[in-house]
């Protein structure tokens, strides 16, 4: 996990990561939280819509009720999604390549709204980590 850990020890900035760790999601969660962060899992094998990534979205980062599960509501949701006493927070997107392939905008545009929380002067550090295969996505480094 030596990518990931460089990221928990700050020793790499907050960002949007690809990874293709082969670790159980428990024991990410364990390393994350471990480390002081607090840690969100969308599992995206399940579904390659928008609405599929964005219902999963909302109920990782337990957004509120009145999330309405369109972009702009999660832009503005994750607003709120803040370190408090924690480090900050490590979103893991498992299966972003089937959303990816499916609907390359719907795609573009989550990493758009995730980035937006990632370059947020407010609210801690927030990384995205995409986990497994998918199509080549410009500007986005590996931990690997």
Sequence with gaps: ???????????????????????????????????????????????ETKADFLRAAGEAL???????????????????VTAGDSEGWLLLWDGWGPLARHDERAFSVALSVLGGRVNAERGGPFVVVLRGDGPDVDGVPSLD
């Excluded at 293709?20 to 969660?29: A, L, P």
């Design 1 to 47: 996990m030596s990518g990931l850990a460089a990221v928990l020890a700050h020793r790499k900035e907050a960002g949007i990561y690809r990874w293709h760790g082969h670790f159980k999601d428990e024991d990410v969660r364990h390393t994350v939280e471990h480390a002081g962060w607090h840690y969100a899992h969308i599992d995206g094998w399940h579904g």
């Design 62 to 80: 337990k957004l509120p009720d009145h999330y309405g599960q369109n972009f702009d509501a999660l832009a503005d949701c994750l607003g709120d």
